[in-house]
């Protein structure tokens, strides 16, 4: 259910009808404010919150964008932008040693876990292959909306892919890592 929060803005763009990005792009703002609040409020550290800062800050870009200009360019490639920021941001975090899906891991890990070199690799494989799948999301993505079917069912197909591989591969991995633990 973490991922779920975590992408909570993301997942509010979505469902917003394309015609009205503008209020998408408010409202996953709104989302993406809302749970940097509350999670700092709840004691996280910033550098557990890299997907939902990253959120908030392109969503008031795409939100000013869109009110300054809702005819803008810019709206037939947002879904491709979208999944370029994420891949952005996740890549950012492995980059700088603190792979984003550490702060989601630890919400339900205990404290004497989080320092072990096997937490934090597979943190680090798990949040390359979110990498990986957003950034491949976005390749495709910008290849539909460069043939006009950018916020078409084939880009939801895609999408929504580029969400579930990696989560499926996250529970597979985590449970995987689980068991080598156990063994040990």
């Given at each position: 259910?973490?991922?779920v929060?975590?992408?909570l803005?993301?997942?509010?763009?979505?469902?917003?009808?394309?015609?009205q990005?503008?209020?998408?792009?408010?409202?996953?703002?709104?989302?993406?404010?809302?749970?940097?609040?509350?999670?700092?409020?709840?004691g996280?550290?910033?550098?557990?919150?890299?997907?939902?800062?990253?959120?908030?800050?392109?969503?008031?870009?795409?939100?000013?964008i869109?009110?300054?200009?809702?005819?803008?360019?810019?709206?037939?490639?947002?879904?491709?932008?979208?999944?370029?920021t994420?891949?952005l941001?996740?890549?950012?975090?492995?980059?700088?040693?603190?792979?984003?899906?550490?702060?989601?891991?630890?919400?339900?890990?205990?404290?004497?876990?989080?320092?072990?070199?096997?937490?934090?690799?597979?943190?680090?494989?798990?949040?390359?292959?979110?990498?990986?799948?957003?950034?491949?999301?976005?390749?495709?993505?910008?290849?539909?909306s460069?043939?006009?079917?950018?916020?078409?069912?084939?880009?939801?197909?895609?999408?929504a892919?580029?969400?579930?591989?990696?989560?499926?591969?996250?529970?597979?991995?985590?449970?995987s890592?689980?068991?080598?633990?156990?063994?040990?």
């Amino acid at each position: 259910m973490s991922y779920v929060r975590t992408f909570l803005p993301w997942i509010v763009f979505a469902v917003v009808p394309s015609a009205q990005w503008t209020w998408g792009a408010l409202a996953a703002l709104a989302a993406a404010v809302a749970l940097v609040v509350r999670q700092r409020r709840d004691g996280a550290d910033f550098d557990a919150l890299f997907i939902e800062a990253g959120s908030a800050a392109f969503f008031a870009v795409l939100a000013a964008i869109a009110f300054a200009d809702p005819a803008s360019a810019v709206h037939g490639y947002s879904a491709a932008l979208s999944s370029a920021t994420l891949a952005l941001v996740a890549g950012g975090s492995l980059l700088i040693g603190r792979p984003f899906t550490l702060g989601i891991a630890k919400r339900g890990t205990p404290r004497e876990v989080w320092g072990l070199k096997a937490f934090v690799r597979t943190n680090t494989v798990i949040t390359a292959v979110w990498t990986g799948a957003f950034a491949v999301t976005a390749a495709a993505l910008a290849v539909l909306s460069r043939s006009g079917l950018g916020h078409s069912a084939a880009a939801t197909l895609v999408q929504a892919a580029g969400f579930v591989v990696p989560m499926l591969f996250t529970t597979r991995y985590v449970a995987s890592a689980q068991a080598r633990a156990a063994a040990r």
